[in-house]
């Protein structure tokens, strides 16, 4: 069974960092585009930062760029997201997620269609951020 698994979360201060992680199993993300998105409550989905098969080619919401990083490392099939600066409008529960074939091509355009769940091939559970002012 294929499954995306996040950790990482946690509650923080304004200012703070986390690194979030999303670990693959029962299937290998090597040849997958791999997104972030996050869900505040009550609010829409939004899609937070992505990145290419072999991690060459980044992209940022302009809500986190110069302050979120993402990453990869097929080797252990694992995704990164490194938060820095964090503020209180970044909590909200962050997924990993493989981005569809439909969209793997478009990922300069994700701010407009990463939004919704239709983007997406898998997703995990999400893991919880909360940052206190």
């Known amino acids: 069974e294929e499954q995306l698994l996040e950790s990482g979360g946690g509650s923080v201060q304004s200012g703070g960092s986390l690194r979030l992680s999303c670990a693959a199993s029962?299937?290998?993300?090597?040849?997958?585009?791999m997104s972030w998105v996050r869900q505040a409550p009550g609010k829409a989905l939004e899609w937070v930062s992505g990145?290419?098969?072999?991690?060459?080619?980044?992209y940022y919401a302009d809500s986190v760029k110069g302050r979120f990083t993402i990453s990869r490392d097929n080797a252990k099939s694992t995704l990164y997201l490194q938060l820095n600066s964090l503020k209180s409008e970044d909590t909200a529960v962050y997924y990993c997620?493989?981005?569809?074939?439909?969209?793997?091509?478009?990922?300069?355009?994700?701010?407009?269609?990463?939004?919704?769940?239709?983007?997406?091939?898998?997703w995990g559970q999400g893991t919880q951020v909360t940052v206190s002012s």
């Open positions: 990145i290419n098969g072999d991690g060459s080619k980044t």
């Open positions: 029962g299937y290998s993300i090597v040849h997958s585009t």
């Open positions: 997620a493989e981005v569809s074939v439909l969209y793997s091509g478009r990922m300069d355009e994700m701010a407009r269609y990463g939004d919704s769940w239709a983007a997406y091939n898998y």
